[in-house]
C-alpha cells in the first residue's frame, strides 16, 4: 500500500471540514433540544456564522492537513488551541447575547456542554486521522529513474518529507531480480541505454516492499517496454510521478533547475498573467481588505507607533526602494524595527539574532506587525496583499545573474505575504532566494482565490506561532 497521495490527502481534509461541520450542528441541535426542547435552532443565522469561523480558525491552524511528518503531539497541541480558540470566542458571544438581550435562550447554558462536546469530537478525528496517516509509515521509498541534477537537493527535499528514495540511473546501471534495495550491479554503458539484465526493472512481480511510488526525471527518455510497465504500474494502484509534477504536490514548488523554456510554453496556469478578469477580481480584493485591515488595527497601529519612538531614537516609520510589477521600482513602506544606523555601512541581509533589530522590532517583526504599513502600498496599486515577496534593487541585479528565471516573479504585483514566505522559513542568501523562488513560480502558475485564501490562513497561523523574522 503507496503512501498517502496528493488526492487522497485532499479527500481527508473535506471530510475532515465535513466532519467539523456535522459535528458542530449535531451537538449545537443535540444542547439546544436538551435545554428548550425545540428542532432546528442550530440553523440560526448566528449558528452558520459561527460555524464558518470555527472552520476558519482549524484551517488557520493547519488541522485539516494530513502531513505524515506531524507527530501526534503537535496534532493534538494545535487542537488544544483551536479548542480555546473556539471557547473563548463563544463565550464573548454568550457575554454580548446576554448582555443584549439579543435571543432568550442563553449561549452561556450552551457554552460548556458544547465545549465539551465539540472537544471530545476534534480530539478523537484528529487522532484517527494521525493514525490512518502513520499506518503506512514503511510506505515512504520512492524509486527515481534517470540522471539528477542537484541531486543532493533533491534527496534533502525527500527526506524533509521523511521519504526515501533510490535513484536508478539506466544509463549506468543494471538492476538484478532483487533490486528492492539489496542488489545493484553496476554496469556502465557508454551507448546510454539500459543494460541487460532487465527483466525486473519495473516489474509489479519484483516492486519492493514499501514502495511508495516512481518518479520519473525529466532528463530521461524511457523505452516504450518501460513507458508500457510504468503504465501497469498506475493501473495497479502504483503512483507515477514526473520529477515536476511530485515537486508541485508534494512540495508546493518548482525548483528552477528543473524547467525549461518550453514547459512554461505549454504548461496550463498562469491565469493571473493572461486573465484580466482574474487581475480585476484580484484588485478589488486588495482595495477592500486593505481599507478594512487598517480602520480595523488603527488602535493598534497607533500603539505600536508610540512603542517604537519610545524603544530607541529614530522614525516610526522607514521607507526603501524595492523591485516591483515588471522590474519598476517604488519605495516601500515599514515599521521601524532596527536601529537608525542599521545601515551606515550599506545595504546587507538580515540574519538571525541581528544585532541591529531594537526590543520593539523584534516583536513586531515576529508578528509581522512591522508589515502593517505596506497597506498603503496596496491601496496605492505598488502592492497586493499576496504574492512574490519585493526584494532590493541592490541584491536583484545579483540574483537575476545567478538564478534561472529569477526575473519572472515580478510578472505580477509584489505582495505583502505570499507562498514563499508561508511555505519557507525567513532567507538572507543567494540559496533561500533560489528555493524561494521555487515557490513564487508555483504560485504564478496555480493562482487562484483559493490559494490566496489558503496563504491568508497560514499567515495568520506564522503570527499566532510567532514564526515572521
Given at each position: 500500500?503507496?503512501t498517502i497521495?496528493p488526492?487522497?490527502?485532499?479527500?481527508?481534509?473535506?471530510?475532515?471540514i465535513a466532519?467539523?461541520?456535522?459535528?458542530?450542528?449535531?451537538?449545537?441541535?443535540f444542547?439546544?433540544?436538551?435545554?428548550?426542547?425545540d428542532?432546528?435552532?442550530?440553523?440560526?443565522?448566528?449558528?452558520?456564522?459561527?460555524?464558518i469561523?470555527?472552520?476558519?480558525?482549524?484551517?488557520?491552524?493547519?488541522?485539516?492537513?494530513?502531513?505524515?511528518?506531524?507527530?501526534?503531539?503537535?496534532?493534538?497541541l494545535?487542537?488544544?488551541?483551536?479548542?480555546?480558540?473556539?471557547?473563548?470566542?463563544?463565550?464573548?458571544k454568550?457575554?454580548?447575547?446576554?448582555?443584549?438581550?439579543?435571543?432568550p435562550?442563553?449561549w452561556?447554558?450552551i457554552?460548556?456542554?458544547?465545549l465539551?462536546?465539540f472537544?471530545i469530537?476534534?480530539?478523537?478525528?484528529?487522532a484517527?486521522?494521525?493514525?490512518?496517516?502513520n499506518a503506512?509509515?514503511?510506505?515512504?521509498?520512492?524509486?527515481?529513474?534517470?540522471?539528477?541534477?542537484?541531486?543532493?537537493?533533491?534527496e534533502?527535499?525527500?527526506r524533509?518529507?521523511?521519504?526515501?528514495?533510490?535513484?536508478i540511473?539506466?544509463?549506468?546501471?543494471?538492476?538484478?531480480?532483487n533490486y528492492?534495495?539489496?542488489?545493484?550491479?553496476?554496469?556502465?554503458?557508454a551507448?546510454?541505454v539500459?543494460?541487460e539484465?532487465?527483466?525486473?526493472?519495473?516489474?509489479?512481480?519484483?516492486m519492493p516492499?514499501?514502495?511508495?511510488?516512481?518518479?520519473v526525471?525529466?532528463?530521461?527518455?524511457?523505452?516504450?517496454?518501460?513507458?508500457s510497465?510504468?503504465?501497469?504500474?498506475?493501473l495497479?494502484?502504483?503512483?507515477?510521478?514526473?520529477?515536476?509534477?511530485?515537486?508541485q504536490?508534494?512540495?508546493?514548488?518548482?525548483?528552477?533547475?528543473?524547467?525549461?523554456?518550453?514547459?512554461?510554453?505549454?504548461?496550463?496556469g498562469?491565469?493571473?498573467?493572461?486573465?484580466?478578469?482574474?487581475?480585476?477580481?484580484?484588485?478589488?480584493?486588495?482595495l477592500?481588505?486593505?481599507?478594512?485591515?487598517?480602520?480595523?488595527?488603527?488602535?493598534?497601529?497607533?500603539?505600536i507607533?508610540i512603542?517604537?519612538k519610545?524603544?530607541s531614537?529614530g522614525?516610526?516609520?522607514?521607507?526603501?526602494?524595492r523591485?516591483?510589477?515588471?522590474?519598476?521600482?517604488?519605495?516601500?513602506?515599514?515599521?521601524?524595527?532596527?536601529?537608525?544606523?542599521?545601515?551606515?555601512?550599506g545595504?546587507?541581509?538580515a540574519?538571525?539574532?541581528?544585532?541591529?533589530?531594537?526590543?520593539?522590532?523584534?516583536?513586531?517583526?515576529?508578528?509581522?506587525i512591522?508589515?502593517?504599513?505596506?497597506?498603503?502600498?496596496v491601496l496605492?496599486?505598488?502592492?497586493?496583499?499576496?504574492?512574490?515577496?519585493p526584494?532590493?534593487?541592490?541584491?536583484?541585479?545579483?540574483?537575476?545573474?545567478k538564478?534561472?528565471?529569477?526575473?519572472?516573479?515580478?510578472?505580477?504585483r509584489?505582495?505583502?505575504?505570499?507562498?514563499?514566505?508561508?511555505?519557507?522559513?525567513?532567507?538572507?542568501?543567494?540559496?533561500?532566494?533560489?528555493?524561494?523562488?521555487?515557490?513564487?513560480?508555483?504560485?504564478?502558475?496555480?493562482?487562484?482565490i483559493?490559494?490566496?485564501f489558503?496563504?491568508?490562513l497560514?499567515?495568520?497561523?506564522?503570527?499566532f506561532?510567532?514564526?515572521?523574522?
Amino acid at each position: 500500500m503507496a503512501t498517502i497521495t496528493p488526492t487522497q490527502a485532499r479527500e481527508i481534509k473535506y471530510s475532515l471540514i465535513a466532519g467539523d461541520l456535522i459535528a458542530i450542528l449535531f451537538i449545537l441541535e443535540f444542547v439546544y433540544f436538551n435545554l428548550s426542547g425545540d428542532f432546528g435552532r442550530a440553523l440560526s443565522l448566528p449558528s452558520l456564522i459561527y460555524m464558518i469561523f470555527v472552520i476558519i480558525v482549524l484551517a488557520s491552524l493547519d488541522l485539516y492537513s494530513s502531513q505524515k511528518h506531524r507527530p501526534l503531539p503537535d496534532t493534538l497541541l494545535r487542537t488544544l488551541v483551536g479548542c480555546g480558540i473556539v471557547g473563548s470566542t463563544l463565550a464573548y458571544k454568550s457575554y454580548l447575547a446576554e448582555a443584549w438581550h439579543i435571543i432568550p435562550l442563553s449561549w452561556r447554558n450552551i457554552l460548556l456542554p458544547f465545549l465539551l462536546g465539540f472537544s471530545i469530537w476534534l480530539f478523537t478525528s484528529r487522532a484517527i486521522m494521525a493514525h490512518f496517516s502513520n499506518a503506512n509509515k514503511n510506505a515512504d521509498y520512492y524509486l527515481v529513474l534517470g540522471d539528477l541534477t542537484h541531486q543532493d537537493a533533491i534527496e534533502s527535499d525527500f527526506r524533509k518529507l521523511n521519504l526515501r528514495m533510490k535513484l536508478i540511473d539506466p544509463a549506468e546501471v543494471a538492476i538484478c531480480a532483487n533490486y528492492a534495495g539489496v542488489a545493484v550491479q553496476e554496469c556502465p554503458s557508454a551507448l546510454g541505454v539500459l543494460p541487460e539484465p532487465t527483466d525486473h526493472l519495473l516489474d509489479l512481480s519484483s516492486m519492493p516492499q514499501g514502495l511508495a511510488g516512481i518518479v520519473v526525471s525529466p532528463h530521461i527518455t524511457l523505452p516504450q517496454e518501460f513507458s508500457s510497465r510504468l503504465m501497469n504500474l498506475r493501473l495497479n494502484g502504483y503512483p507515477v510521478y514526473d520529477l515536476k509534477n511530485f515537486y508541485q504536490y508534494f512540495h508546493g514548488k518548482f525548483p528552477p533547475s528543473l524547467l525549461q523554456d518550453c514547459w512554461f510554453a505549454f504548461s496550463d496556469g498562469f491565469i493571473l498573467l493572461s486573465s484580466r478578469s482574474s487581475q480585476v477580481i484580484k484588485r478589488i480584493i486588495d482595495l477592500a481588505l486593505s481599507f478594512s485591515i487598517l480602520v480595523i488595527l488603527l488602535p493598534l497601529l497607533i500603539l505600536i507607533a508610540i512603542l517604537i519612538k519610545i524603544d530607541s531614537p529614530g522614525s516610526i516609520v522607514y521607507s526603501q526602494w524595492r523591485t516591483g510589477l515588471k522590474g519598476q521600482p517604488f519605495r516601500i513602506y515599514k515599521f521601524r524595527s532596527m536601529t537608525q544606523d542599521a545601515e551606515k555601512h550599506g545595504c546587507q541581509w538580515a540574519t538571525v539574532k541581528d544585532p541591529r533589530i531594537t526590543r520593539i522590532g523584534n516583536f513586531i517583526r515576529l508578528t509581522r506587525i512591522d508589515e502593517l504599513p505596506q497597506l498603503l502600498n496596496v491601496l496605492r496599486g505598488d502592492m497586493s496583499l499576496i504574492g512574490p515577496r519585493p526584494e532590493r534593487p541592490e541584491f536583484d541585479r545579483d540574483l537575476e545573474q545567478k538564478i534561472p528565471y529569477y526575473g519572472l516573479r515580478y510578472l505580477v504585483r509584489p505582495g505583502i505575504t505570499g507562498w514563499a514566505q508561508v511555505m519557507y522559513p525567513y532567507g538572507a542568501s543567494v540559496e533561500d532566494a533560489y528555493e524561494k523562488l521555487s515557490y513564487d513560480l508555483y504560485y504564478i502558475k496555480n493562482y487562484s482565490i483559493l490559494l490566496d485564501f489558503k496563504i491568508l490562513l497560514k499567515t495568520i497561523q506564522v503570527v499566532f506561532l510567532g514564526k515572521g523574522r
